[in-house]
């Protein structure tokens, strides 16, 4: 794995998270992106970093979501 490859993934799980508007378990994410937890790791590390993703904990079932949040500016 490179920074290269990471960056693609990121890019691949960004494009899921975009299009799909909507809260995604890991196992989905994982699914729908068919990479390994390796990669996948990375690559939301990667949209972490960049504060692109957000994570949430529901309180009465204890699951964990990922979801895209979008940071513009304007002025």
């Keep these: 794995m490179n920074v290269q490859t990471i960056g ?3 890019g691949i799980v ?6 799909e508007n ?3 378990e890991y196992s ?3 699914a729908a992106a068919g990479m ?3 990669d996948l790791n990375a690559a939301i590390g ?3 970093r960049e504060d692109k993703v957000y994570f949430e904990t529901m ?12 940071n513009y ?3």
């Design 28 to 30: 989905e994410l994982k």
């Design 8 to 10: 693609e993934n990121a």
């Design 59 to 70: 309180q009465d079932s204890g699951k964990e979501y990922l979801y895209l949040t979008m």
């Design 46 to 48: 990667w949209l972490a």
């Design 73 to 75: 500016y304007i002025g």
């Design 14 to 19: 960004w494009s899921l998270l975009h299009g």
């Design 22 to 24: 909507r809260k995604w």
């Design 36 to 38: 390994s937890d390796r």
